[in-house]
C-alpha cells in the first residue's frame, strides 16, 4: 500500500469490508435500478421543479439538490423549487433517508436530470430560431442566441418537453465549469422557517382532524389492564376515547383538553417485559454478553480498555406529529417520513387495506438524527382514525417520545491492543449493545444490492455493522465483532449508528496506547492512518489547532479521526475541567475532506451540530432505565448542550475535493465525541470508561 514521503513506516493493517464497499455503496447499488425515476418538471411560468424521494429534516438537502439542478439547466436558484415526494413505491429501495446517502446516492441522477432538461431546452430554441443548437448558450433560466434573442425556459417548456433527441450533448458540467456548486449559499428555505411559512405535520389544517394524544404504560411496552374513561368523557371538548394497542387515544377540540382529558383517565398498566430491569442490570447484562478475546502472544504487551455507553433518545426539537385520515377502503397520512414505501406498506397491512389505497405525504420534519427513520405516531394515528370514524391530528409529547419512543442502544465495549517494538500487532474490538431495531426497509435494501444474508448466516445487524465499521488505522491484525443483546426496548438507528460508540472507544484506545508507548497522539495516529487524504485532514486539524501549545491546570486539548462514507473528519477541542461536575469545551477546530462540497455553509452547520452532539453525549445527555421505565422526561433532566454548553470559537475547514460528495450528516458525530473524551482524559489525568461521564 502506498505512504507519501513524510508518513513513518508501520505494519500494514488489514483494510476493512467498508474500505471496499460501505453501507452507502450498498445503498446506491439498491437504488440503481429505479435511479432514472426522478422527476424534474420546467413549467410554463419558468419554474424548474424537481420531486424530492427523500425527507428535509433540517439537514440542508433541499438546497443542495436546488443547487446541483441550478447548475446543470443554468437557472437562477430563485427559479428552482423542491417539494417531498409523496411515497413512491416504484422507487423500491431508493426513497430511504438514511446512512448518510442521500447526497452520494442523488448526485450523478440529478446532475443527468438537470443537464438532459438542459439540452432539451437549448434543442427547443434551436428549432424555434432555426439556428444551429452548438451556436446557443444558456443563463439566467434562459436560452441565448449570439444575436441576443432569448427564450426564458417557461416559454421553451412545452417545445422542450417533446424533444425526443437533443441536438446537443446532455451531459453534466466538468468540474471546472462550476460557478454555483461549491459556493457558500444560504438555505433556500430559510426565510419560511423563520417566518412561520414552512409547513410541519402540526400546522396543517387537514379539514375533519382533530387534536389526539395517547395515554402510555408506565413501563416500556406495558399493556393496558383496566380503563375508566368516565371522567374524561365528561370534560369540555372531548371528543372521544378509543383504546389502540400502544395506549389509550383522547380525541379532542384543542390539544389542552385532550391533554387535560389524559390526565383524567383512570388507567391500571401491566408491566412490561423490562420491568424488572434497570441500568445496572442490563449493563452487567451487556458485560456478560461477549465473546472472550484471544490470548495475547507471550512476552507481548497490550493494553484492555472498557467502555460503557448509555441510552440515548434522538429528541428532535419538532415532537413527533401525524395527521390520518382513514376511510373504509382508503387512507391518507401526513408526517415526516424517511421511510415512507415501508410505513405505507405496514399501515396498509394494518389497516387491511391494498398498499395503494393507502397515500402517504411526506412532509418536512423539524429534526430526526434518526428518529423518523420509524412512523410509529403515523401507524398509530392510523389506528386511532380507524377506530374512531374521524381523521385526527396525533402528537407525541416529549415526555412520550423520552419514554416511550426510540433510543440509541445502551452497549458496552472491550477492546485489546498489543504492540511490540514500537508497532501495533493486534486489534481485538468486543461490541455489545440492546439490539437495535432495523425494520424500517434496511434489510430489503441490502437484498436488493446482492446481500443474501440468509446464505451468509448474518443478521441485518451484523451485516449493517460489518459495512459500516472499521479501523481506519495501520494496527496490524484488527478484529471488531458485534454481539446482541434482545431486551424488548424501543431502539433505533441514532446518528452514526454504531460508529457513534464504536470509533470512540477506539480513538480513546489510541490515545491511551500513544501514551504507553510515549508518542504524541496526533503523530501516534498520523504515522498508522492508511491513506494521504486522512493524512492530510489530520495535519490541517493540528495545525489550525496548534496542537501541543501549553495548557493551564485542568485545561487539554483533545483529538479524535473517522472516515466512513466516503468522508473523512478530524475534530481537535479545547476543554476547561476545572470543575469537574461542569466542564465545558471551550474551542474546537475541524477539518474535513467531504469529496466534491455542493454547499460549504450545509456542511459547515453538519459538522457544527455534530459537535454539540459529541459534547452532549460524552459529558451530560443519556436515559437511565428504573425498572423497566425511562427516568428522563424532557430536556429538563435530559441534559443535552445548551448554549452555554457550546464553545465560542469554533473554526471549520474544508479540504479542497479530492472525489465525488461523501456522506456529512454522520460522519463528525465520532470524532467530535472522541475528542470531547479525549481532552477530558488530558484535563484531569482521568481517563473516563462510563459515558456520559456525569450520568
Known amino acids: 500500500m502506498a505512504q507519501d514521503a513524510a508518513a513513518p513506516s508501520q505494519l500494514l493493517g488489514l483494510p476493512g469490508i467498508p474500505d471496499i464497499l460501505d453501507l452507502g455503496d450498498a445503498l446506491i447499488v439498491a437504488g440503481l435500478p429505479t435511479s432514472h425515476l426522478l422527476v424534474l418538471e420546467v413549467t410554463a411560468a419558468g419554474r424548474a421543479v424537481l420531486s424530492l424521494p427523500r425527507l428535509e429534516v433540517g439537514q440542508g438537502l433541499t438546497t443542495a439538490m436546488a443547487m446541483l439542478v441550478a447548475e446543470e439547466l443554468d437557472a437562477r436558484l430563485t427559479d428552482v423549487d423542491v417539494p417531498l415526494s409523496d411515497g413512491r413505491p416504484e422507487l423500491l429501495f431508493n426513497q430511504l433517508t438514511g446512512a448518510s446517502n442521500s447526497v452520494r446516492s442523488l448526485y450523478d441522477p440529478v446532475r443527468a436530470a438537470a443537464a438532459a432538461a438542459r439540452a432539451r431546452l437549448v434543442t427547443a430554441a434551436a428549432r424555434r430560431w432555426n439556428v444551429p443548437a452548438d451556436t446557443l448558450r444558456?443563463?439566467?433560466?434562459?436560452?441565448?442566441?449570439?444575436?441576443?434573442?432569448?427564450?426564458?425556459?417557461?416559454?421553451?417548456?412545452?417545445?422542450?418537453?417533446?424533444?425526443?433527441?437533443?441536438?446537443?450533448?446532455?451531459?453534466?458540467?466538468?468540474?471546472?465549469?462550476?460557478?454555483?456548486?461549491?459556493r457558500p449559499t444560504g438555505r433556500i428555505d430559510a426565510r419560511d422557517i423563520v417566518t412561520g411559512r414552512a409547513k410541519y405535520a402540526g400546522d396543517l389544517a387537514i379539514p375533519g382532524a382533530v387534536p389526539t394524544v395517547v395515554a402510555r404504560p408506565t413501563t416500556i411496552n406495558g399493556t393496558l389492564k383496566s380503563l375508566d374513561a368516565t371522567a374524561a368523557r365528561a370534560m369540555p371538548g372531548v371528543l372521544a376515547v378509543v383504546q389502540i394497542p400502544s395506549g389509550v387515544a383522547v380525541l379532542a377540540e384543542t390539544f389542552d383538553q385532550a391533554l387535560k382529558a389524559r390526565d383524567a383517565l383512570r388507567t391500571a398498566w401491566n408491566p412490561g417485559p423490562v420491568a424488572g430491569l434497570s441500568t445496572d442490570d442490563i449493563r452487567a447484562q451487556l458485560r456478560a454478553s461477549h465473546a472472550p478475546f484471544l490470548i495475547p502472544p507471550l512476552l507481548t504487551a497490550y493494553v484492555d480498555g472498557e467502555f460503557d455507553f448509555a441510552f440515548v433518545n434522538h429528541a428532535p426539537m419538532e415532537v413527533l406529529t401525524a395527521v390520518a385520515d382513514v376511510r373504509p377502503n382508503r387512507a391518507e397520512l401526513w408526517f415526516a417520513a424517511q421511510t415512507p414505501i415501508v410505513a405505507q406498506q405496514t399501515i396498509a397491512a394494518e389497516l387491511g387495506l391494498p398498499q395503494d389505497a393507502v397515500t402517504v405525504h411526506v412532509v418536512r420534519g423539524g429534526g430526526s438524527f434518526g428518529r423518523r427513520l420509524f412512523f410509529d405516531a403515523a401507524l398509530e394515528a392510523a389506528q386511532i382514525s380507524r377506530a374512531a370514524g374521524r381523521p385526527v391530528k396525533l402528537m407525541w409529547t416529549r415526555n412520550d417520545d423520552m419514554r416511550h419512543g426510540r433510543m440509541r442502544p445502551a452497549s458496552h465495549h472491550r477492546i485489546r491492543a498489543t504492540y511490540a517494538l514500537g508497532q501495533v500487532l493486534s486489534w481485538e474490538h468486543r461490541a455489545a449493545t440492546v439490539k437495535t431495531d432495523f425494520r424500517h426497509g434496511l434489510g430489503e435494501a441490502l437484498s436488493a444490492a446482492g446481500f443474501n444474508l440468509s446464505l451468509a448466516g448474518l443478521s441485518l445487524a451484523q451485516a449493517f455493522f460489518l459495512l459500516s465499521e472499521k479501523n481506519p488505522y495501520n494496527v496490524g491484525i484488527p478484529t471488531q465483532l458485534l454481539a446482541e443483546l434482545p431486551l424488548d426496548v424501543h431502539t433505533g438507528s441514532w446518528r452514526s449508528v454504531y460508529s457513534g460508540t464504536v470509533r470512540v472507544a477506539d480513538e480513546i484506545m489510541m490515545d491511551e496506547l500513544a501514551r504507553r508507548m510515549g508518542q504524541d497522539a496526533v503523530a501516534f495516529r498520523r504515522a498508522r492512518l492508511r491513506d494521504?487524504?486522512?493524512?492530510?485532514?489530520?495535519?490541517?486539524?493540528?495545525?489550525?489547532?496548534?496542537?501541543?501549545?501549553?495548557?493551564?491546570?485542568?485545561?487539554?486539548?483533545?483529538?479524535?479521526?473517522?472516515?466512513?462514507?466516503?468522508?473523512?473528519?478530524?475534530?481537535?477541542?479545547?476543554?476547561?475541567?476545572?470543575?469537574?461536575?461542569?466542564?465545558?469545551?471551550?474551542?474546537?477546530?475541524?477539518?474535513?475532506?467531504?469529496?466534491?462540497?455542493?454547499?460549504?455553509?450545509?456542511?459547515?452547520?453538519?459538522?457544527?451540530?455534530?459537535?454539540?452532539?459529541?459534547?452532549?453525549?460524552?459529558?451530560?445527555?443519556?436515559?437511565?432505565?428504573?425498572?423497566?421505565?425511562?427516568?428522563?422526561?424532557?430536556f429538563a433532566d435530559f441534559r443535552y448542550a445548551r448554549q452555554r454548553h457550546s464553545p465560542p470559537v469554533v473554526e471549520i475547514h474544508l479540504l479542497p475535493p479530492s472525489g465525488p460528495p461523501g456522506g456529512a450528516g454522520e460522519l463528525g458525530v465520532p470524532a467530535a465525541s472522541a475528542a470531547v473524551a479525549n481532552a477530558y482524559a488530558r484535563a484531569t489525568g482521568t481517563s473516563p470508561r462510563s459515558f456520559p461521564i456525569n450520568f
Open 138 to 182: 444558456t443563463a439566467d433560466s434562459a436560452v441565448l442566441a449570439p444575436d441576443g434573442r432569448r427564450a426564458g425556459y417557461g416559454e421553451l417548456a412545452a417545445d422542450a418537453a417533446a424533444v425526443a433527441v437533443p441536438a446537443v450533448p446532455a451531459t453534466p458540467k466538468p468540474a471546472d465549469q462550476l460557478r454555483l456548486v461549491g
Open 532 to 634: 494521504a487524504a486522512g493524512r492530510a485532514v489530520l495535519d490541517t486539524v493540528a495545525q489550525a489547532g496548534n496542537w501541543g501549545r501549553p495548557m493551564p491546570p485542568g485545561q487539554a486539548q483533545g483529538i479524535g479521526y473517522h472516515d466512513e462514507n466516503g468522508a473523512r473528519a478530524a475534530y481537535l477541542v479545547e476543554l476547561d475541567a476545572g470543575d469537574p461536575a461542569n466542564p465545558r469545551v471551550t474551542k474546537a477546530v475541524i477539518a474535513a475532506d467531504l469529496g466534491q462540497v455542493i454547499n460549504p455553509r450545509g456542511l459547515e452547520a453538519q459538522l457544527t451540530g455534530a459537535l454539540i452532539d459529541g459534547i452532549s453525549v460524552i459529558l451530560q445527555a443519556g436515559n437511565h432505565i428504573d425498572n423497566g421505565a425511562v427516568r428522563e422526561g424532557s
